[in-house]
């Protein structure tokens, strides 16, 4: 009879990723999505303690005990939702809400050939967007300057421009009134953590071979490397940012388990 080999099992990887976000009081926020992540890979090293026999001449090793183990690997993703930008630089995403709130007198010192935000403060240094009605004052608010002649307005961005040659002096107190337009956008700011700390499941579906759900229920994972924020004009590769990740041994579970999937009748 000829012999019998076991068939090989090929795997061209693919799956979902989603984190679930350990908080301070040691409670988990729930599994949230992070959505197209074109590579996670884990490293495993280890160390061992040699020993080496001292009953002859010759010293030979006898035994070799595996004394530390470190799980660790990179995750990188490129979509770039809220969420993930926040994770990326340890901070915060929230939702905020813009009042159509009229704003006058606004006051602002300008020199002509320069460019100012509308509605910038400590709290809120990117200031106001999409702005409507804006005109420029003289430092007592009683005399208009004249747009397209003095300045520029952009009311996308609520930016404007102090043109050169214009009635603007050099440092001159200004006042703006405009008016925000009402509506709703996503804000992300960074945070002091330097990494974070949850659990992390990849849900396979893999392009060749079976699936294989992996789970670890203690991480960290750490922003690295770089995050291009302005690319060159004929680039065409989409930008990525990437986490290390640490896989840590919790107190009650497993580092690591990866589960197939139930086949009916089998």
């Not at 956008?185 to 392009?207: C, F, H, M, P, Q």
């Amino acid at each position: 009879m000829a012999l019998k080999y076991e068939t090989n099992q090929y795997v061209i990887p693919r799956g979902r990723v989603f984190f679930n976000l350990q908080r301070a009081d040691g409670t988990f926020a729930g599994e949230y999505p992070f959505g197209n992540c074109p590579g996670v890979s884990l490293t495993i090293d280890t160390e061992k303690a040699d020993h080496y026999s001292s009953e002859t001449g010759l010293a030979q090793k006898d035994a070799a005990v595996v004394v530390r183990i470190d799980r660790t690997g990179s995750l990188t993703c490129d979509n770039f939702s809220p969420q993930n930008f926040a994770r990326w630089l340890s901070g915060t995403a929230a939702r905020v809400t813009q009042a159509a709130t009229p704003v006058v007198g606004e006051e602002i010192t300008v020199s002509p050939g320069y460019f100012y935000q509308l509605g910038a403060t400590p709290s809120k240094p990117l200031g106001v967007r999409n702005v409507t009605g804006v005109a420029v004052n003289n430092e007592a608010g009683t005399t208009p300057y004249e747009a397209g002649v003095d300045y520029e307005v952009d009311l996308p961005t609520g930016r404007i421009q102090i043109l050169a040659g214009g009635a603007i002096a050099e440092n001159t107190k200004v006042k703006v009134n405009y008016t925000p337009v009402a509506g709703s956008y996503d804000a992300v700011k960074s945070g002091g953590s330097s990494e974070l700390t949850g659990s992390l499941r990849i849900v396979s579906d893999n392009a060749i071979g079976g699936n294989r759900d992996v789970f670890c229920p203690l991480v960290t994972l750490t922003p690295s490397g770089d995050l291009p924020l302005i690319a060159e004009g004929n680039s065409t590769d989409f930008a990525q940012m990437e986490f290390g990740l640490e896989v840590l041994k919790s107190a009650n579970a497993e580092a690591i388990y990866v589960d197939g999937r139930p086949v009916p009748g089998v």
